[in-house]
């Protein structure tokens, strides 16, 4: 079952590598910087202080903050250097079937990917306290378009991709509602 698995999400990354061009291989590179969400990032910055006004919304990024620093730190410290799951890139057995760009391999292990969950920590975080449906979509979105560029680059899987996303939402939510028990001992904040 493990074998069937392992292999499904192998071919699956290939034939999301394998389909690529000159142009995609600029456009997902520089997409996957991270300076490319820097505006999202002002975005949600802009919106929930439209929203909150100053106050609140320094509160809502400082969690939204937090969140995406746990995750990084839970998909880094708890996953990667624990499962020790190669990247496609430094798989031997499809390594060299990889389209790398730009010569862009990645660290050693990729499980969980840490875009993944830092992205989706984000873009819960903001469609929590927004509850925007448009903003919520637009956000959740923007975050798998940045997960597919890391399968396209070919230095994640997609059950990288997914468990990374799922780490994310889940240490969103458990930190917004923590969040929002502990709003009530800071006076002014109405989130």
């Given amino acids: 079952m ?19 061009s000159e142009i995609f291989d600029r456009v997902f590179y520089a997409l996957t910087q991270t300076v490319a969400s820097v505006p999202v990032f ?5 919106l929930l202080y439209r929203k909150y006004g ?39 057995e499809i390594g060299g079937f990889v389209h790398v760009v ?24 903001v469609s929590l306290y927004l509850r925007q449906k448009p903003w919520t979509f637009f956000f959740i979105v923007w975050s798998m378009l940045i997960c597919y560029t890391r399968m396209y ?18 240490v969103s939510v458990i930190l917004y509602f923590i969040s929002s028990r502990l709003k009530n001992r800071f006076s002014g904040l109405r989130i």
């Fill in 42 to 46: 002002v975005l949600a910055v802009v």
């Fill in 54 to 92: 100053w106050k609140n919304a320094l509160f809502c990024v400082a969690v939204i903050g937090c969140t995406i620093g746990l995750s990084d730190l839970i998909s880094t410290e708890c996953f990667k250097k624990v499962i020790c799951r190669y990247r496609p890139t430094h798989n031997l």
């Fill in 102 to 125: 730009n010569g862009y391999t990645g660290g050693m292990y990729g499980f969980v990917s840490s875009h993944a969950a830092n992205m989706f920590a984000f873009a819960v975080g």
């Fill in 153 to 170: 680059l070919g230095v994640h899987y997609p059950a990288d991709i997914a468990c990374g996303a799922i780490l994310g939402s889940v």
């Fill in 2 to 20: 493990i074998d069937t698995l392992e292999s499904f999400d192998q071919q699956l990354l290939l034939a999301i590598n394998g389909a690529n």
